[in-house]
C-alpha cells in the first residue's frame, strides 16, 4: 500500500536520470564533497531525495507530506521514549550484522548476499523491526530537518519522518549486538546515508552491497557509505556517473555459477521448455491502456508456444498486480509457477529459454548458460543496452511484436511443431 502510494514513475531513459542527477547536482554544488562529515552526508541524504522527488507524482508527495508534519514530531516523541524506557541489554560484539527484510528474506534469501572477503567473521541476521531512537539520533533527525529547510528542499518532513523510521528499525535490529560492521541492500533508499552517519558515529561501518540487476537510475544517485560492493566493474560504473561516494569492491554473485551438485544434475537431464518472468506494467508502456494490451500480445505469445512445447510463468512475489492483468489471457495449458512450491532458482534450471524485460532473474539465467530473451519496448529500449548482460552470446533481444518469431529462431526446443503451430496462428 505505501509503494503504491508512493507512486514512483520508472523512467529508464538516460537522458532523463542524466537531467535529473545535473539538476540536483546544480542544486547542491560543493555541499556534496564538503570535507565535514556531517555538512556532506546531510546534503547527499537530501540529494537523494531530491531525486526521488522528481519520481513521484505531486498528489503523493503533497499526501505524505500531510501526514509527516503531525507524524514527524508524534513518531520522535514515541521512539524517544521507547529508547528511555528500555531495559538493560547484554551486549554481545560480532564481526558483522547483516540487515535484512524479514517478509523479502523468506522468499528471496539469496539476494542478501555476504561477500566473500567478510563471510569469514561471525556474521548475525536480523530483521529490521520496530525499534526506538536514542537522543543523539533525535538531535540528528531535527539537524536534517533544519537542514533541508534551509536548503528550501521541497516536503522536508517526510524525508525527515523516513530517516527517523529506517533508523528506529537499524536500532531494533541491533539490539544486544555491537558490530565492526553492518550489511545493508538499500542503494534505492534515501536514509541510507542518514543511517551510515549514525552507525558511524557508533564506530560502526556499513556497506551497501548490490542485491539485483541495475540500470543508470537516479534514485539510486548520491548516497554515501563506508563500502558499496558490486558484481561487476560495469555497476561500480553505473554508481559513479551518479555520484555515489564509497570505497567500491567488486565481488563475485555465487549465484553466477552453478554448484557441483547442479553440475551433477545438468549432465543427467537436459532442460526443456520456456520460461516467462512476468514483466511489470511499467517496463512495457509508460501509457497504462498500451501496456495492458502489450501484456496481452505476451499472453497470445505464450498460448502459442504451450500448444507446441511446455511453457511456465511466474510471476514476481511481490508484485502480483503485473500477473493479475496477464493471468485472465493465458489459456488452461499455460503453467503458472508458484514461488512456495518453485524458487527463482529453480524455475531457472528447469527451462532452456527464459523471456522477460530486464532482471535479476536474467542475468542469473545468462552467466547459467541459459538461453535469454529481453524483451524490447519503448520503455527499456535504452535499458536494453545493457552491455554486462549483453556479453553473453545467448542472449537475444525481442520486440513483443517479433516474440514468437524470435522463440522459433532462438529456442532449438521443438522449433517444427511450434513454427506449424505459429504459420497456423
Not at 14 to 39: H, K, M, P, Y
Not at 115 to 143: C, H, I, M
Not at 411 to 416: H, K, L, M, T, V
Request: hydrophobic share 45%; aromatic share 10%; proline share 5%.
Amino acid at each position: 500500500m505505501r509503494w503504491r502510494a508512493l507512486a514512483y514513475k520508472y523512467d529508464f531513459r538516460t537522458d532523463t536520470n542524466n537531467r535529473i542527477i545535473a539538476d540536483v547536482r546544480s542544486t547542491l554544488g560543493d555541499r556534496l564533497d564538503d570535507a565535514d562529515d556531517e555538512q556532506r552526508k546531510a546534503a547527499r541524504t537530501v540529494a537523494q531525495y531530491l531525486a526521488h522527488l522528481r519520481l513521484r507524482p505531486a498528489w503523493s508527495k503533497w499526501l505524505f507530506e500531510a501526514g509527516a508534519i503531525p507524524g514527524l514530531p508524534l513518531f520522535l516523541a514515541w521512539a524517544w521514549a521507547k529508547g528511555l524506557f528500555r531495559t538493560g541489554d547484554q551486549m554481545r560484539t560480532v564481526g558483522g550484522v547483516r540487515m535484512v527484510f524479514r517478509d523479502r528474506f523468506k522468499i528471496n534469501p539469496e539476494i542478501f548476499l555476504i561477500p566473500d572477503e567478510l563471510a569469514s567473521a561471525p556474521v548475525e541476521t536480523r530483521p529490521l523491526k520496530g525499534g526506538f531512537l536514542l537522543g543523539r539520533d533525535v538531535r540528528r533527525t531535527l539537524r536534517l530537518f533544519t537542514s533541508a529547510v534551509k536548503l528550501a528542499t521541497p516536503f522536508p518532513s517526510q524525508l525527515a519522518l523516513k530517516c527517523a523510521v529506517d533508523l528506529s528499525k537499524v536500532r531494533g535490529a541491533l539490539t544486544g549486538l555491537v558490530p565492526v560492521w553492518v550489511t545493508v541492500y538499500w542503494e534505492f533508499s534515501c536514509a541510507v546515508t542518514f543511517i551510515a552517519a549514525a552507525l558511524r558515529q557508533d564506530g560502526i561501518e556499513t556497506y551497501n552491497v548490490m542485491h539485483g540487476d541495475k540500470n543508470f537510475f537516479a534514485k539510486a544517485a548520491f548516497f554515501e557509505v563506508t563500502r558499496c560492493y558490486c558484481w561487476d566493474v560495469y555497476y561500480v560504473d553505473l554508481f559513479q556517473r551518479g555520484h555515489v561516494r564509497a570505497d567500491f569492491r567488486v565481488f563475485q554473485n555465487p549465484a553466477f555459477r552453478l554448484s557441483s551438485n547442479e553440475v551433477a544434475r545438468e549432465r543427467e537431464s537436459t532442460p526443456i521448455g520456456v520460461g516467462l518472468m512476468v514483466p511489470a506494467l511499467v517496463t512495457l508502456s509508460a501509457n497504462p491502456r498500451e501496456a495492458m494490451r502489450l501484456m496481452g500480445m505476451i499472453a497470445d505469445a505464450c498460448n502459442i508456444v504451450a500448444a507446441a512445447c511446455e511453457i511456465s510463468v511466474r510471476p514476481h512475489p511481490l508484485y502480483g498486480e503485473d500477473f493479475y492483468v496477464l493471468r485472465p489471457k493465458l489459456n488452461g495449458a499455460v503453467r503458472i509457477s508458484k514461488a512456495d512450491s518453485e524458487g527463482p532458482r529453480a524455475f531457472i534450471l528447469n527451462h532452456a529459454l527464459l523471456i522477460g524485460t530486464n532482471s535479476t532473474m536474467l542475468l542469473e539465467a545468462a552467466h547459467l548458460g541459459r538461453k535469454v530473451v529481453l524483451l524490447s519496448t519503448a520503455v527499456t529500449a535504452e535499458a536494453g543496452m545493457h552491455p554486462y548482460l549483453h556479453r553473453h552470446p545467448n542472449v537475444f533481444r525481442s520486440s513483443i511484436a517479433d516474440l514468437m518469431s524470435t522463440i522459433v529462431r532462438v529456442a532449438n526446443i521443438g522449433d517444427e511443431s511450434l513454427v506449424s503451430v505459429t504459420k497456423k496462428n
